[in-house]
């Protein structure tokens, strides 16, 4: 047993090492929309939240990685080769009869489950989607049926993959679609979903958690980065297409009897975005995206549109040099999703290179040392400051609000008074009178006013 045990993690060490590759690059593409996706739903995003998304979206990325890699690397007679596994497994139970096959119809413990690869192979399709059943229990709050349902589901996909020799990449399978696959799955699944069972009561929900993070009114510095995060996306794509429908179109030379400097163009478009937009709506794009408003310091009215133009002036300090930084690590993600093969490259750069690339780009590296410079300036002093507010709305006194999420939080429990009719333990409570239930003041309070 433990030689097979070698030999099966030995397989699967390839595609556990693929995934941590691609991790990087995955999570770079995945983060905004997963964030937006979040917040919309809970308001605010803890910590033990974020390791649980991110462990699980790891695990994901592994799984998937073990059901195709390591791929063909030669698709010339590929179909040949693989010709044992062109047709699908469609009986179940077969996994006895390989196991059989595998012990030599020997009738031993040795043969039929310690040496045995066939026992091996089935034992690892149980576990693999076992991490999904315990996800989908502590982090979704799904029931056992919806989990096994998933978990089938998600077996499907991979199997699909696999008959379709990904998805048609490859002329013919290299992998064996077999049913017992889906049986094996599915029950790892709902039986990881049984296994998360104590550990689910034991700890506190996530939901809440995050009721007792919303308890205090502040919207969240991550919930207003991810919004300026889609505003500079945005921003930037709008200002692409405006930018090359005037080259197409030459509109503001008809308009205006000249052509209007691209470098012009950027800055209307910015001014539209961050100035225009919220005087008009009351917030960007990306604010009403993730359900925050524009309002002023005491929360009484819409800031004027002095105010905005002031809050937009002090913001673009950091809104260029953060676009290039986000552009800089996209591209090096995508040049080489590894992030320790990138560190082991310039590890090996010798010191002649970096004497070339210096003396070349002087320019170039005083406007990135700026630019690192006055994000880390900045960010000092948004940590460091009152209720994290940027310098751009503590002058601007313009402030973030946030409306109620799509999914409301789980009401914080708060404990009894001491004073007043003793009631039984196991008397049944009042409609609308539980202990968590807020208070419906606070239930008719629309926004959360982020603490100033």
């Not at 030599?104 to 026992?119: E, K, Q, S, W, Y």
């Not at 039986?191 to 009114?217: F, H, I, M, T, Y």
């Amino acid at each position: 047993m433990p030689c097979i045990v070698l030999l099966v993690a030995t397989a699967y060490l390839v595609p556990i090492k693929t995934a941590a590759a691609l991790f990087p690059l995955c999570l770079a593409l995945l983060l905004l929309p997963t964030a937006i996706t979040l917040y919309r739903r809970h308001g605010v995003i803890t910590r033990w939240r974020t390791l649980s998304v991110c462990v699980f979206g790891y695990y994901a990325l592994t799984a998937f990685c073990m059901t195709i890699v390591p791929l063909p690397r030669d698709r010339a007679g590929m179909c040949v080769r693989y010709a044992d596994v062109a047709d699908p497994q469609l009986v179940p139970g077969n996994t006895f009869g390989d196991i059989w096959k595998e012990a030599g119809h020997r009738v031993t413990f040795g043969d039929l489950v310690l040496h045995n690869p066939a026992v091996a192979g089935a034992l690892l399709n149980l576990l693999l989607l076992l991490p999904l059943g315990v996800f989908l229990r502590c982090h979704a709050g799904r029931g056992l049926r919806q989990t096994a349902a998933t978990g089938l589901g998600v077996s499907l996909f991979f199997e699909l993959t696999q008959y379709t020799g990904l998805w048609g990449v490859y002329p013919c399978p290299y992998r064996l679609f077999d049913v017992d696959d889906l049986i094996l799955n599915a029950s790892g699944a709902a039986l990881g979903w049984l296994v998360a069972g104590p550990v689910a009561r034991a700890l506190p929900s996530l939901e809440s958690l995050d009721a007792r993070a919303l308890a205090d009114g502040r919207v969240p510095l991550g919930r207003r980065l991810t919004a300026l995060a889609v505003d500079l996306v945005g921003c930037a794509v709008t200002a692409v297409v405006v930018v090359l429908g005037e080259l197409l179109t030459g509109l503001s030379q008809m308009l205006a009897g000249a052509p209007l400097d691209e470098r012009w163009q950027i800055v209307v478009v910015y001014l539209v975005w961050f100035v225009a937009l919220p005087v008009l709506t009351g917030a960007t794009p990306g604010k009403w995206l993730l359900r925050l408003r524009l309002v002023r310091s005491d929360g009484s009215q819409r800031p004027a549109p002095l105010r905005q133009a002031v809050r937009a002036l002090l913001l673009s300090i950091v809104v260029w040099p953060l676009t290039a930084a986000g552009l800089l690590v996209l591209g090096l993600l995508i040049y080489e999703p590894s992030v320790i093969t990138l560190a082991v490259s310039v590890r090996r750069v010798d010191a002649e290179t970096v004497r070339e690339l210096v003396e070349g780009n002087h320019g170039l590296i005083a406007v990135a040392v700026l630019c690192a410079g006055v994000l880390g300036w900045y960010a000092l002093s948004v940590l460091g400051g009152p209720g994290h507010l940027g310098i751009h709305e503590r002058i601007s006194g313009v402030r973030n609000v946030a409306l109620p999420p799509t999914r409301p939080p789980a009401p914080v429990p708060q404990e009894r008074p001491q004073s007043g009719p003793a009631t039984t333990p196991d008397a049944p409570e009042a409609p609308g009178a539980g202990a968590g239930e807020p208070p419906k003041s606070e239930a008719r309070e629309p926004l959360a006013l982020a603490r100033r």
